[in-house]
T-cell receptor
């Protein structure tokens, strides 16, 4: 089945530093990837939609200069949290669309970010 | 307005019993898909079942079935013969349109606890 690999699984960084999270589709080409954020005991909130070779589309309230998304190839999308602050601590999870509208999104295993 | 509503923050069920997790949705798009995902404490998102807006029959996948009532805009998940391993968060989600590049919108989730 379709597999999405997300790396790292967890990261601890100091306030003010940047963190890059990678999301790879291992056995299929993903023209579209989605980035979600999940705070503890809450639902998944869409941050942005990433299309290969074009700029990402950000949801309202998500700072595009803070959460840089790059989708340089059909198998890789990256999310960089720039100048991270403690309030950015969250669970970030990517997903990829591999087929028609009735196919489920396949999710990476998520990245737990802690900013100290 | 919320597109996906899950009104049960938490549910308890006895092992081997059946349980129904509620989900209602709101959309004006005639084409949409409804998905259920399970999220154990590890954080991974596990796809369970899909129901398309034009599907005539309720979807079933093993112990999972979806009670789709289109006129009421509800898509309840039924888990039969509950097992201890079913304890997790369950999210109902919707995807609008007929393309594969639209995101899933999630409900707030229901935490299911299976009691021995």
């Amino acid at each position: 089945g379709a597999v999405v690999s997300q790396h790292p699984s967890w990261v601890i960084c100091k306030s003010g530093t940047s963190v890059k999270i990678e999301c790879r589709s291992l056995d299929f080409q993903a023209t579209t990837m989605f980035w979600y954020r999940q705070f503890p005991k809450q639902s998944l909130m869409l941050m942005a939609t990433s299309n290969e070779g074009s700029k990402a589309t950000y949801e309202q309230g998500v700072e595009k200069d803070k959460f840089l998304i790059n989708h340089a190839s059909l198998t890789l999308s990256t999310l960089t949290v720039t100048s991270a602050h403690p309030e950015d601590s969250s669970f970030y999870i990517c997903s990829a669309s591999w087929g028609p509208h009735n196919s489920p999104l396949h999710f990476g295993n998520g990245t737990r970010l802690t900013v100290t | 307005a919320q597109k996906i509503t899950q009104t049960q923050p938490g549910m308890f069920v006895q092992e081997k019993e059946a349980v129904t997790l509620d989900c209602t949705y709101d959309t004006s798009d005639p084409s949409y898909g409804l998905f259920w995902y399970k999220q154990p404490s590890s954080g991974e998102m596990i796809f369970l079942i899909y129901q398309g807006s034009y599907d005539q029959q309720n979807a079933t996948e093993g112990r999972y079935s979806l009670n789709f009532q289109k006129a009421r805009k509800s898509a309840n998940l039924v888990i039969s013969a509950s097992q201890l391993g079913d304890s997790a968060m369950y999210f109902c989600a919707m995807r609008e349109g007929r393309t594969g590049n639209t995101p899933l919108v999630f409900g707030k989730g229901t935490r299911l606890s299976v009691i021995a």
